[in-house]
């Protein structure tokens, strides 16, 4: 194989999990329902918020941002994938596989950082109740808020500058439906020791350090929980935080999955699974899980659709 600069590569080709035209037509209406879904539940969560006053606390700012994201992470792969799966043409341009990537990293990223700032949010409201709307001001949520933008876009920069020093074998194939690090890691000539101990250093770091946020944070909440004498408070409480760490479990098991581990142990059909697990899926069943499932949300939707309907 000859070995070549990623500046001198014109396109990349993407490979498919299947040649039958019956499992690209299964495939293609599958993502599309599950787009369509994801565009519908998260776009009803950010209209709920942007309309009800009574949805302007810190805790909706911030599931606000996560239905942002949960968009953005989907939008930057789904067009291209159902390309791929109805069209002929299996390429991507250059530019185009770095700002996919570098947006996925994004999205990606800022999520893992978001998801600590919401537990942070929910240790202060459930363990110091009495100070919370003096801790968490509209100024301090938009400055959490920035600096998980800042973060992510930090830490995808990192990623993408790295993965594209890299060189590539012709004929440029990627194993995946869209420009991810293993897959591009998988496809290269060069070494890729140095990316991967990056990827593990930043992940060990930014990423451990998020996740340890969120696990001191839930530690706190539970042993406040436990010692509430209200049955009722007990409840409401742990169903607030249910939701929440059933986001975080889904989230993280899935971007472990797929980012913290060798390229020697890249399976291309089994990281295609796990992949659109974290990147379509879970988009989907956010709002389900988080916020559909709240009547204060559900009310304001009622309201929104109403107001909609008769104005």
Same mark, same amino acid.
């Given at each position: ?15 498919? #999990?299947?040649?039958?035209?019956? =499992? ?7 993502? +599309? #329902?599950?787009? @369509? ?8 969560? #950010? ?31 789904v067009p291209k994938m159902l390309q791929i799966f109805m069209s002929e043409n299996k390429t991507i341009?250059?530019?185009g596989c770095v700002l996919q990537l570098f947006f996925l990293i994004y999205a990606v990223g800022t999520?893992?950082? +978001? ?46 500058? @790295?993965? $594209? ?32 101990? =990056? ?11 998020? $996740? ?34 059933? =986001?975080?479990?889904?989230f993280y098991g899935t971007t472990i999955a797929t980012y913290v581990r060798p390229t020697s142990s ?10 659109? +697990? ?23 939707? =009622? ?9």
């Open positions: 194989m000859e070995k070549t600069n990623i500046t001198e590569t014109r396109d990349f080709y993407f490979t498919e #999990l299947s040649d039958l035209p019956e =499992v690209r037509i299964f495939l293609f209406v599958a993502i +599309l #329902l599950i787009y @369509l879904i994801t565009l519908a539940g998260n776009g009803a969560i #950010l209209t709920a918020i942007a309309t009800d006053s009574h949805l302007q606390t810190p805790m909706y700012f911030f599931i606000s941002n996560l239905s942002f994201l949960d968009v953005l992470c989907p939008t930057v792969t341009s250059f530019i999520e893992v950082f +978001l998801l600590s700032v919401m537990a942070y949010d929910r240790y202060v409201a459930i363990c110091s109740p009495l100070h919370y709307t003096n801790i968490m001001t509209k100024r301090r949520c938009v400055q959490l808020a920035a600096g998980t933008l800042l973060t992510g876009f930090i830490n995808s920069m990192i990623h993408t500058s @790295l993965t $594209f020093t890299l060189s590539f074998c012709e004929p440029y194939k990627i194993h995946q439906y869209y420009c991810d690090i293993p897959p591009l890691m998988a496809a290269s000539c060069s070494s890729t020791y140095l990316p991967e101990l =990056v990827a593990l250093l930043v992940a060990g770091i930014l990423g451990g350090g998020a $996740f340890l946020v969120t696990l001191i944070s839930y530690i706190y909440i539970i042993s406040t929980i436990l010692r509430m004498r209200s049955a009722e408070g007990r409840r409401k409480a742990f169903s607030t935080c249910g939701s929440h760490l059933t =986001v975080v479990f889904l890249y399976s291309p059909k089994q990281d295609r699974i796990v992949s659109m +697990l974290y990147g379509i899926v879970t988009p989907m069943l956010n709002p389900m899980i988080y916020s559909l499932r709240n009547k204060d949300v559900k009310r304001a939707l =009622v309201k929104a659709f109403r107001l909609k309907i008769f104005s």
